[in-house]
């Protein structure tokens, strides 16, 4: 519970979650729910982390962000936890971890047993949902 108080206070605030790498982005935290929070960020959307994946968090980062969103609209209502709010996204487009060799994408089909399945193409894949760092929800970008 520690990182949910940690998360809180710097909630409505730009910072960058985690040092480095492809998990490692900058934003504004928008949300902090149970075990997850939302960052939206300049160029990928509102990103989704579940908080154990989490290694750091820094405030005052060096560059300054314009981002117009202050809070989500109670339209946008997220569930309390991670799994729920895949369970929310029952065929939408996922895009899972932002990069690496566990980068995954595809229309979300199925989550029970804490495995979410995912369809991509003609591929079938079972992600276990306690090794997804990071979601992002929508469409899939086209190519420029």
Not at 10 to 29: A, D, F
Not at 36 to 60: C, P
């Amino acid at each position: 519970m520690e990182k949910t108080k940690t998360f809180k206070a710097l909630k409505g605030k730009v910072v960058q979650i985690n040092r480095g790498g492809s998990e490692s982005k900058i934003g504004k935290l928008i949300a902090v729910k149970d075990d997850y929070v939302a960052l939206l960020t300049k160029d990928d959307g509102v990103i989704y982390y579940q908080t154990k994946h989490i290694k750091s968090v820094t405030e005052n980062v060096k560059h300054h962000y314009d981002l117009e969103v202050k809070e989500l609209n109670k339209k946008d209502h997220l569930p309390d936890d991670f799994i729920k709010l895949l369970i929310s996204c029952k065929y939408d487009w996922l895009q899972i971890n932002r990069g690496g060799k566990e980068k995954v994408d595809g229309i979300v089909n199925e989550v029970k047993d804490h495995v979410l399945t995912i369809v991509d193409n003609k591929e079938v894949i079972r992600v276990f949902i306690d090794k997804i760092k990071n979601v992002s929800i929508g469409e899939k970008p086209k190519k420029h």
